[in-house]
């Protein structure tokens, strides 16, 4: 009678896969590290406009904390390379690296936002826009969230701390195609029909959100 025996190839392969995939994503961290504190230092600079850990406390530059990094390069190299232009921001990324804009972005991207200042009253209009569309509109909470948080994996940046004079003129921008850069081509058909009352309304809800 043979004693079974039992051979543990696949045990071995898995453990070694396993320790292979722990420290990829070990490695992975540490890099996400490494470019967070680098796009600290890179950064510095930012806070004049954008406020601290990217909060901002002026209603004429948007808080930029806590938005997809992929969003945040892409709109640093809108700036840098002239798609998209900012008499301040072109200057600012002028000379950024691909590296540096990497960091900062991953940097941002790293930050809790926070809402310092949400209006008390919006527009039922607004709201109505934002939460269900209208024929021919999209709403914007299919892609930027009930509550205006926005899509870190699909790069959908958050609307909530933005202020309505800026929301207003970049819906106005995207409406007129003179906002280029990264997924603006989403937002073309999406404005296009937009009266600037009803951007108006948008822009009061959004600024409601918390």
Known sequence: MKTATRSMPHRGRFTTGLILGLSLVA?????DEASVKAGREAAQACAACHGDNGNSNNPAFPSIAGQPAGYLATQLRAYRDGTRENAIMSGQA???????I???AAYYA???RKVLNPADEGSTLGSQLYHHGRD???ACAACHGAEGR???PAGFPA???????YTAQ???DYRRQARKGGKAEIMYPVVADLSDEEIEALAAHIATFE
């Open 150 to 152: 926005g899509n870190q």
């Open 102 to 104: 990497r960091d900062i």
């Open 159 to 165: 609307m909530r701390g933005l202020s309505p004079d």
């Open 27 to 31: 490695g992975a961290a540490q890099a």
């Open 136 to 138: 021919g509109v999209v």
């Open 94 to 100: 002028a000379n950024l690296s691909d590296e540096q």
């Open 110 to 112: 790293a930050q809790e």
């Open 170 to 172: 970049s819906l106005k």
